[in-house]
């Protein structure tokens, strides 16, 4: 399951994203990913070619008042995929909280899962940080194994973006 979800990248070279249209009269396209939604989007359409019981925002067993709701989870796994979206404001600890929070509340007494893979999408493209933050997540209980997929460089931030429209 890991191997393929670092295979993302590769993936990510067909990934629409086009200066010009590719046919005649048509419009070019731009795939932008500019949120968990969309990662989570994305992750889903890979995965259910090969997993048949993926599921989607599913609502897991109640912890107290708190009901926990999974990004994807493939019960014949007994595996979570928590996938987050590293904005470029956020310091990467707030990324470990989150996720510690989340496996918590996932793998709590009683739950049908056994492991999460983090799946985190980095909007800032900060490669520098992944190993620590890989090594950091690695060390929550529960963690069977963390995935960063950074940008791709074709595609702008959306900052970069909308500054540029600011300057028109």
Do not use: C
């Amino acid at each position: 399951m890991s191997k393929l979800l670092t295979q993302v990248p590769a993936g990510l070279r067909r990934w629409t994203w086009e200066e010009k249209p590719r046919t005649k009269g048509g419009t070019p396209r731009q795939w932008y990913i500019e949120n968990e939604y969309h990662v989570q989007n994305l992750l889903y359409f890979l995965l259910a070619a090969v997993f048949a019981d993926i599921r989607e925002e599913e609502y897991t067993r109640s912890v107290g008042p708190k009901k926990p709701r999974v990004d994807l989870e493939i019960p014949s796994l007994k595996l979570v995929i928590e996938i987050k979206f590293w904005y470029r404001k956020d310091k990467p600890q707030k990324i470990i909280e989150e996720i510690a929070a989340d496996t918590s509340l996932y793998l709590a007494q009683g739950s049908p899962h056994e492991q999460i893979i983090a799946f985190i999408w980095d909007d800032s493209r900060r490669t520098e940080e992944h190993d620590l933050l890989k090594s950091g997540l690695k060390n929550l209980k529960g963690i069977f194994d963390v995935v960063i997929v950074s940008r791709p460089g074709r595609m702008p931030d959306n900052t970069s973006v909308i500054n540029e429209e600011d300057n028109e």
